[in-house]
């Protein structure tokens, strides 16, 4: 397993400053924020923020995200390819095989078999753009009510009906739990679809309560990641395992400083499950 770390957990940081923080800490991959990367690329261009991940020895594993590529006007859409295009030009040049991509809330009146042939439909025609680039696509479901695919039920249905290579998923311990998917649906997933897994923990709450802000550190709160880890396991993964936290609290705190604590969390509970990469 490749222990990475998302910028979106230090939001606040620079993307520089989550290159230091992340490889000081001793994780060897990086979930690039995708917000991040375009502050830094107006001053300096890509080829030098190669040379801050090279220098750092850390990986650019994924960009974070296109958001609610699906059920858009013709001209957001348009917005979207181009959204798409850009990014994994990037990704080329940096040695990044993977982007997030995220479904978009659920227009009113919409059943599931519009949402499925919609997600369906945008995923086949982002593939193709991806596939020029030999980039990766991962769709994430949100477990929050208002979102169109909300359990790993429905993304792993759209995934296999979009039938592309470069089109998996990822699952997020936080959207696995406040959307009410089960244990079992982990382990009929074919592991090399599941491009992602973002590791968290989540307060105790109600689940149609549950926000991004209510995210905690891995082992901190009530979900079962044991269950989910050992389902993981059984599925045979062995792949990206990112710490994905939106804690506003947290962006508080010194970046480097809680890289580590993420690092430590996250180490405590998945070596008893998978032996965490020595190298990239």
């Not at 594993?61 to 590529?69: K, M, T």
Request: charged residues 25%; negative net charge; aromatic residues 8%.
């Amino acid at each position: 397993m490749l222990l990475a770390l998302n910028g979106a957990t230090t939001m606040k940081a620079t993307l520089p400053e989550d290159i230091a923080a992340t490889s000081a800490a001793g994780f060897k991959a990086l979930e690039i924020w995708a917000a991040k990367m375009d502050d830094y690329l107006k001053a300096d261009p890509v080829g030098e923020l190669k040379g801050l991940f090279d220098r750092a020895g850390l990986q650019p594993a994924s960009i974070n995200s296109i958001e609610f590529i699906t059920f858009r006007s013709s001209e957001e859409y348009e917005a979207i390819k181009v959204r798409c295009q850009e990014l994994c030009g990037l990704a080329q040049n940096l040695g990044c095989d993977k982007i997030v991509v995220v479904p978009s809330p659920t227009p009113e009146g919409t059943g599931w078999k519009d949402i499925k042939d919609e997600s369906v439909r945008v995923l086949r025609e982002l593939s193709e753009i991806a596939a020029l680039y030999d980039v990766q696509l991962a769709f994430e479901f949100l477990g929050f009510p208002w979102c169109s695919v909300r359990t790993l039920d429905q993304c792993w249905e759209i995934v296999i009906e979009t039938d592309r290579s470069n089109i998996g998923l990822v699952i997020d311990t936080c959207h696995f739990f406040a959307g009410g998917s089960e244990l079992r649906s982990i382990e009929q997933i074919d592991p090399r679809k599941i491009f992602i897994f973002h590791i968290n923990d989540v307060e105790e709450r109600p689940l149609e309560t549950i926000e991004d802000a209510h995210r905690l550190l891995p082992g901190e709160g009530v979900i079962p990641l044991d269950d989910i880890l050992v389902s993981l396991k059984q599925t045979g993964f062995d792949g990206l395992c990112s710490v994905e936290l939106f804690r506003p609290e947290y962006w508080e705190r010194d970046p480097g400083e809680l890289a580590t604590a993420a690092r430590t969390a996250t180490l405590e509970i998945v070596r008893h499950y998978f032996e965490p990469s020595e190298s990239i």
